[in-house]
């Protein structure tokens, strides 16, 4: 019997703690969000997003041209991915991705709010988890980077990321 409560007590306490509430859960996506409205520009030849199912809206997709592009779904255990490749490498056919504020729309038309913008050479993946994991949005330009901040002068650097509300360039 006290074996049982035991192992009881034990099932219990590994299911984790309680839900968030809708405020702590506000609070985290906000934390998660915030480094995509700076407005930084990124070029790069490799994009990878990978997000949480409620991050979703927040990642614009890009246009395609199926001339110059291919788009590839593949749904894997969790996860619903799509990776966009630019079959020409030309730069006039970047794909363009925004991560930010979801635009609006407006008497003008559709509003673009504060975002990151991101210009990728070569391919995007984009990864959408959809089994139960802690809140994402991350993204990461690879190969050749250039970054541009706060309407500054663009520059080279090794790396751009953004996860866990955090952004690094190196």
């Known amino acids: 019997m006290r074996a049982t409560r035991l192992a009881c007590l034990l099932l219990a306490a590994s299911c984790g703690a309680a839900p968030a509430t809708p405020?702590?859960?506000?609070?985290?996506?906000a934390r998660l969000v915030e480094?995509?409205?700076?407005?930084?520009?990124?070029?790069?030849a490799e994009l990878e997003v990978e997000v949480t199912g409620n991050f979703h809206a927040y990642v614009g997709q890009p246009a395609i041209d199926p001339a110059v592009h291919k788009a590839v779904r593949n749904d894997g255990?969790?996860?619903r991915e799509v990776t966009w490749t630019n079959l020409s490498g030309d730069p006039s056919?970047?794909?363009?991705?925004?991560?930010?504020?979801?635009?609006?729309?407006?008497e003008q038309g559709l509003v673009q709010k504060a975002?990151?913008?991101?210009?990728?050479?070569?391919?995007?993946?984009?990864?959408?988890?959809?089994?139960?994991?802690?809140?994402?949005?991350s993204a990461a330009a690879k190969g050749f980077v250039f970054v541009r901040e706060a309407r500054g002068a663009p520059r080279e650097v090794a790396g751009f990321e953004i996860a866990d509300g955090v952004m690094r360039i190196r």
């Open 35 to 44: 480094p995509y409205l700076r407005g930084a520009e990124v070029g790069c």
């Open 115 to 137: 975002c990151t913008t991101f210009r990728v050479v070569n391919q995007v993946r984009f990864r959408t988890w959809e089994d139960r994991r802690p809140l994402q949005l």
């Open 93 to 106: 056919h970047a794909l363009r991705v925004t991560i930010g504020e979801l635009p609006e729309l407006t």
């Open 23 to 29: 405020e702590q859960k506000r609070i985290a996506e």
């Open 77 to 79: 255990a969790g996860f």
